[in-house]
């Protein structure tokens, strides 16, 4: 599989605190990788270097064979605004617009006309099962509506990777496999890979591939269970 997103030897510590110590590890095009470990293992961490969000202290990470680690601050907000999207544990959607706008707010930032952000927008609603929230500002919905909302404002730019830190940690059990199934298929259908940051096992089972981060660095567990 050609490989979308590589990160080598990454390093990363903050003050004295080693996050990452020597990680890598590779997405190929429309993978679905999770990433497990420990708390404070520097799941986050990875996710946030290979996002281009933190730059690690060492180690590289290209994306299409570009360095982002060499980009210019600039480069690298252009990069994560055109090919990823992003789904945190908290929305995170912005309280003051409706659900629809926010859905349409990565088209509006790439001068996509209202109407027509709108009406990709609505479509998205549709795929992720919110439609009945358009209107609505992210206070007046439910957790597991507002993350079906997120995962629809990610993916409306079609993003080539998205960036998911434990998507359903604030849900129940029901509510969470809801957001898994409609993430996962949307994703896959869209041939977005996704890079899924998650401490549960039946997160990850969505997933294609599983790795886990200990001590800041990185075993791919299909590596380890061929021998
Ligand atoms: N901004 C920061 N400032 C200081 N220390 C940090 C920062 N971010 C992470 N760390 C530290 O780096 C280490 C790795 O953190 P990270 O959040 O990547 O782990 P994690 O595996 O995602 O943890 P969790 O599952 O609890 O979210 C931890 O020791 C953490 O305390």
């Known amino acids: 599989?050609?490989?979308?997103?590589?990160a080598d030897g990454l390093r990363k510590a903050f003050g004295q605190t080693p996050a990452l110590d020597g990680?890598?590890?590779?997405?190929?095009?429309?993978?679905?990788?999770?990433v497990m470990g420990p708390s404070g293992s520097g799941k986050s961490t990875l996710l946030h270097c290979l996002a281009g969000i933190t730059q690690p202290d060492a180690g590289k990470v290209r994306y299409e064979g570009r360095k982002?680690?060499?980009?210019?601050?600039?480069?690298?907000?252009?990069?994560?605004?055109?090919?990823?999207g992003f789904v945190f544990q908290f929305g995170q959607l912005v309280p003051e617009l409706t659900c629809l706008e926010n859905v349409a707010l990565p088209l509006r930032m790439d001068r996509v006309r209202r109407r027509e952000a709108e009406r990709r927008a609505t479509e998205w609603l549709e795929r992720l099962e919110v439609t009945d929230v358009a209107g609505k500002r992210p206070g007046e919905v439910s957790g597991g509506q507002g993350q079906r909302v997120?995962?629809?404002r990610a993916l409306v730019a079609n993003p080539r990777v998205i960036f998911a830190d434990e998507p359903t940690g604030a849900l129940d059990s029901l509510n969470g496999e809801r957001v898994m199934r409609l993430l996962t298929q949307s994703a896959r259908e869209s041939h977005a890979a996704v890079v899924l940051v998650t401490h549960e096992a039946r997160v990850a089972s969505y997933s294609?591939?599983?790795?886990?981060?200990?001590?800041?660095?990185?075993?791919?567990?299909?590596g380890a269970s061929r021998g």
């Open 1 to 6: 599989m050609a490989k979308l997103l590589v």
């Open 23 to 34: 990680a890598s590890i590779s997405v190929g095009a429309g993978e679905i990788v999770a």
């Open 68 to 84: 982002l680690t060499e980009m210019t601050d600039r480069e690298r907000s252009a990069l994560r605004r055109g090919k990823f």
């Open 208 to 222: 294609d591939r599983e790795v886990v981060v200990r001590d800041g660095r990185v075993r791919d567990l299909t």
């Open 150 to 152: 997120a995962v629809a």
